[in-house]
């Protein structure tokens, strides 16, 4: 019955994925939109509120030097420039202009009207991917804890679990996927855009890999290898494509997507023929990732411009991170407690 059910969830969200339609951006061909930032551009306000770094001399150059020299010490990093404040502030006033007259939020360049803390573009989002960072950091040393202190090891004072390494590239993966994630959200530009989706592939390529590995418990190196060359030169290609010739989000967006269902899957077929003592946990995990995958599905505009679907993805992952680093350590211990068994 649960494998039914963790099929069922994750053909559902399969088929979500796939066929959901990339919704096209109204915001910003909305005449009095583009007309406010044209202005914008030229006097360098928007209504009563005026940007320094938008005053242009007659040749063209910014007024009293660099525009990034006018913003404090804290904000100059954040690259706010003349035309992302106009965008900005004219998107806040048209959407409280859409708002007296009943009209729903639009997106505006692909994303929705958030509003900035701080200069943080997508604070919930930033809060969230640290938390992310924080509980993986604290999965991964606790792990790190148990193999080489709490655990016997061998006479070479290896550990007797043939996957300690695996799950410790997995933990560096996770805290530099998660990393990046916190810079992304807290400003969107080509470069931080770039390095998130590339630590996010090379993650769920690698998580692939390690569920292919620890379900068909491959243990030799030469079959690793055979294994991981294929799947380590498509990620590899894909990073590339997205990097030098098009960074195309709705293909990124399926290339995960299949990653992750197809790992699910690999997860749930193995908790349901295996006998390991943690397999509750792990169709724990295969259930909740795939209910996580389909609410991120119904993209809707940010509650008071700071929360949006993506953000309620990121808040669920925090407790699955912490119950998969409880499967690891789970697993850890029984691999080890079998193999201490066949040596005495």
Known sequence: MAMHLCYSLLLLTALCFLLRPIAA????????????????????????RCFQHCKFS???KPVDGPWYMHEPLYLRWKQWDCRTDCRYHCMLAREEERTKLGDKPVKYHGKWPFRRV?????????????????????GWVSFFILVYYNLPLRPDKKTYYEYTGLWHIYGILSMNSWLWSA?????DVELTQKLDYSSAVALLGYTLLVAILRAFNVRDEATRVMISAPLIAFVTTHIMYLN??????????????????LQLLIWAVW???????????????????????????FDFPPYKGYVDAHALWHATTIPLTFLWWSFIRDDAEFRTSSLLKKVK
Request: include cysteine; charge should be negative; aromatic fraction near 10%.
């Open 183 to 187: 810079v992304f959200h807290s400003r």
């Open 271 to 297: 908790a349901g023929i295996s006998k390991h003592p943690a397999r509750r946990k792990l169709w724990l995990v295969v259930v909740a990732g795939g209910i996580a995958m389909f609410l991120e599905n």
């Open 118 to 138: 701080y200069g943080i573009q997508e604070p919930v989002a930033v809060a969230l991917s640290a938390l992310n960072l924080a509980i993986q950091f604290h």
């Open 25 to 48: 951006t109204d915001g910003d061909a909305d005449p009095i939109y583009k007309g406010c930032v044209e202005q914008c551009e030229k006097t360098g306000c928007v209504g009563d």
């Open 244 to 261: 030098f010739y098009n960074l195309a989000y709705g293909l990124n967006v399926k290339v995960c997507m299949i990653m992750a269902i």
């Open 58 to 60: 007659s040749d063209g």
